[in-house]
């Protein structure tokens, strides 16, 4: 599996269109415009140093592992080349890893533009505070229980767009693996999100098994509201405070400033209060802990 989560493919002239066409995700998303220009400029690139060494598509495609249909595709811009076919494509060519140093590029712009905006911030953060009011935050999501959520949205997703949103919230999820500074992370989780079996049995436990491998993290902090609790800030909906290290910050709140993230220090005072007060009435870390476990025991 590699970094991005997706499974590492051979190359060879066993991979057919057929399934290439089965990759989801790897489409380019025309209202991201950034998007659009580095990968009409990586596609544009691989062309001209495809005809200058005078290959013909079908003939290059065969080279890389990949169908003549793909190779036009790529050129035109119109699908993000995967890391193994810019390697392979470097090697063909001859391009002394030039090719293949375009994936740096490529990669940033493999997720949604939205998403990619939101996982800057946690990578530079270096005190993050979240409390979801009507599901698990999607930085404690399992694969399947973050792909079991997609699936249910209304309208529905294509499957294309199912695995490309999964793939990029637990993309986000690199933040637990941060260092230098290593960054400050607490969570409240609602007790009816954790009841809630998304996906079936076994993936509500392997979820339950994640959350307690995630409190058990020196840097994390996570925390249960009980639902026999009296109102709370939070019933509104989410609360997030991501604070950094020159001082700066940015919150947002589904029932303050229209939902919007800010950084006005009036604002953001009252999102930490919000926050703060959440935490006060939510069980204790070590309760919490012991409460997931007497749910996967199956004693409350």
């Known amino acids: 599996m590699s970094v991005d989560g997706e499974a590492d493919q051979p190359l060879g002239d ?12 790897w489409e380019v998303d025309p209202d991201d415009e950034w998007g659009v220009a580095v990968i009409t400029t990586v596609g544009r690139q691989l062309k001209l140093r495809r005809e200058a060494a005078g290959m013909r598509a079908g003939q290059f495609g065969k ?5 003549e249909d793909m190779v036009f595709k790529i050129e035109g811009g119109k699908r993000i080349p ?8 470097d090697e063909v060519l001859g391009a002394d890893g030039l090719i293949a140093a375009t994936w740096e590029d490529v990669k940033k712009v493999r997720y949604p533009r939205k998403v990619r905006e939101l996982a800057k911030l946690e990578a530079q953060a270096v005190e993050i505070g979240v409390y979801v009011c009507n599901s698990i935050s999607g930085l404690l999501q399992t694969p399947e229980h973050a792909r079991a959520l997609f699936r249910a949205a209304q309208p529905p997703y294509s ?31 609602e007790e009816a999100t954790l009841r809630r079996e998304v996906g079936g049995t076994m993936v509500w436990r392997r979820q339950l098994e994640r959350l307690l491998e995630a409190g058990r ?3 994390v902090t996570l925390q249960v ?6 109102a709370h800030p939070g019933v509104d909906g989410r609360v997030e405070v991501l604070k ?8 947002r709140s589904e ?12 604002q953001l005072r009252i999102l930490e209060l919000r926050y703060s007060t959440i935490r006060a009435q939510a069980l204790t870390p070590r309760e919490s802990l012991a409460f997931i476990e007497q749910l996967l025991l199956g004693e409350t």
């Open 159 to 189: 499957p294309d767009d199912v695995e490309r949103m999964v793939a990029a919230r637990i993309a986000r999820q690199s933040i637990f693996e941060r260092s230098n500074p290593t960054p400050s992370i607490s969570f409240v989780l």
């Open 225 to 230: 509201m009980p639902t026999k609790t009296d």
């Open 14 to 25: 066993e991979r057919d269109e057929a399934q290439e066409a089965d990759e989801p995700g």
């Open 82 to 89: 995967r890391q193994d076919y810019l390697n392979a494509a």
């Open 244 to 251: 950094f290290a020159e001082g700066t910050a940015v919150g």
């Open 255 to 266: 029932g303050a400033f229209n939902g919007r993230p800010t950084s006005d220090p009036r």
């Open 63 to 67: 080279a890389v592992g990949y169908g």
């Open 217 to 219: 993290l020196h840097n």
